[in-house]
Structures are given as structure tokens and as C-alpha cells.
């Protein structure tokens, strides 16, 4: 395994991993078998170059034999990632992540909320469907992940989920074709990659630059394209503090391109 992206980690190690966390997102679009274990990869890839981590899971709801963040939120539960040895958690999220849409702006209440409930974690990571994201990442800033497979439904899902994040919430992801060492990393004409590049370009006169991420699913420990994609999402995130307004958000927006409703 090469040593290049843990070198190319130097930058980003100066920032003080005590002062706010940072938030990235990765979304959920039905496509559980790919998206969790590239998930779980990326955590640990994070962990290694010092970062506490926390998933909130959007698509597990909170119970009271597993609390998750609406507990967090209304201080029924404590949430203390500090600790001297980084690690990574994850907390179902679902009926938390949905409280903000009760907020005039889910958005800065989410950002400010967040802050507030985890001040010690390095990193969170949101992890939900385009619906939810769309809305509390508005405006923010953040470009979360949209990975896709070679799964049969993956292109239409994708193109759902970009859809939904360019047009609703003027949220422009990272998108990444997960493949195997099996399969030819290099893309082809009618792939799924292929496919959804031309879907974006045509209905949502969107280019899009998709990442191919070599993940074999044997494969416990982060390779190197998993370790760059984690170094890119983490110098992407944002910090997470208190002072987020609407009006602090409207420099943010990204172009959605024309209108693709009718698609």
C-alpha cells in the first residue's frame, strides 16, 4: 500500500481537532450493501489519522433501549467523545435529524445544534437520505458523498438522490463509483457511472466528476483510494458552532442547472 495519502494528511493534522467539530454527510439511497461498508471503511481511514468520529445514522430510528440523538438533543442522555485515544460511534439519528424540520431554518438550527451536542467529537457524519440532507444542508457549505455500485438499481436511486440534493437543496456532492478489484476500475460505456453522468448532463445539465473507489469487500482496513476519498470529505467539512444564521447561509447556494422537474 502506497504511503501518499497519510503524507498528504501534513495539512490537514494542523488543524486543532480540539476547537469545533466538523460535519461531512454521506448520503443513503437504497443501496445499503455498498454504502455501509465504504461507510465503516472511511470511518476507520479518519480514525487513523487522529479524528474522532460519529455517524449519525438518519435511516435508524431512536428507541428507548437505543438512544441516539433526539436523547442527545433534549439532554435525556450525555454524548462525551473525549477521549485520548480517537475512535469512531455511531448514533441512530432518525427522529433527531427530522426535529429541525419544525425550525423557521432547519439548516442553522441543525448546524448550531450539532455543535452544541458534540463539542468534543472531531468529526460527525450525517448519514441520510437525499430528502433529509437536501434540506439541512442547504446553504451550508458541505458537499456530502454520493456513492454508486454496480447494484441493479443504483443508477436510478443515484440519480434520485442528486436530483433531489441539486434542485431542492442547491447541495452539489461528491460522487464515487465503489468497485472491486475483480471487476475494471476503468469506466465503460453503459455502466452505472456512465449512465449516471449522462442522466445528470441531459435532464439536469449538471457535469459530474465521478471518483473511482477501489473497495474490495473482503477488505477490512481502508486501502488508498478510500484513505484520499476520507482525507477530501474531511478537508471539505465544515466547523460546526454556534454563530450559523439563514442569512449567514445565502453565500453558499450551488447552481442547479435547468429545470428537471418533469423527469
Not at 102 to 115: E, K, R, V
Not at 136 to 162: D, E, F, R
Not at 223 to 232: E, F, K
Request: charged letters at 15%; proline letters at 6%.
Amino acid at each position: 500500500m502506497h504511503n501518499s495519502p497519510i503524507n498528504q494528511a501534513a495539512g490537514l493534522m494542523g488543524i486543532n481537532r480540539s476547537q469545533r467539530p466538523r460535519l461531512t454527510a454521506f448520503v443513503s439511497h437504497g443501496d445499503a450493501a455498498s454504502e455501509l461498508p465504504l461507510l465503516w471503511k472511511l470511518c476507520a481511514a479518519m480514525v487513523d489519522l487522529g479524528y474522532s468520529v460519529t455517524v449519525l445514522d438518519g435511516t435508524a430510528p431512536e428507541t428507548g433501549h437505543n438512544p441516539g440523538l433526539e436523547q442527545v438533543l433534549d439532554y435525556s442522555v450525555s454524548h462525551d467523545a473525549a477521549s485520548d485515544t480517537p475512535a469512531w460511534r455511531i448514533l441512530p439519528a432518525m427522529q433527531g435529524l427530522n426535529l429541525f424540520n419544525t425550525f423557521a431554518s432547519p439548516a442553522a438550527q441543525c448546524l448550531n445544534s450539532l455543535g452544541r451536542a458534540f463539542p468534543h467529537d472531531s468529526v460527525i457524519v450525517m448519514y441520510s437520505n437525499a430528502q433529509v440532507l437536501s434540506t439541512l444542508l442547504s446553504h451550508t457549505g458541505v458537499t456530502p458523498l454520493l456513492s454508486i455500485s454496480n447494484a441493479k438499481t443504483s443508477l436510478i436511486t443515484s440519480y434520485l438522490a442528486l436530483k433531489r440534493l441539486l434542485l431542492k437543496g442547491r447541495v452539489q456532492p461528491i460522487l464515487a463509483n465503489v468497485v472491486q478489484y475483480t471487476e475494471d476500475p476503468h469506466e465503460k460505456r453503459g455502466s452505472v457511472a456512465s449512465n449516471l453522468r449522462d442522466c445528470a448532463k441531459y435532464f439536469l445539465d449538471f457535469d459530474v466528476n465521478i471518483l473511482t473507489i477501489i473497495a474490495p469487500p473482503g477488505e477490512d482496513r481502508p486501502g488508498t483510494d478510500v484513505q484520499r476519498l476520507a482525507l477530501t470529505l474531511i478537508e471539505g467539512a465544515i466547523p460546526l458552532d454556534t454563530g450559523w444564521t439563514a442569512s449567514s447561509m445565502r453565500s453558499h447556494a450551488v447552481p442547479a442547472g435547468r429545470d428537471a422537474r418533469s423527469h
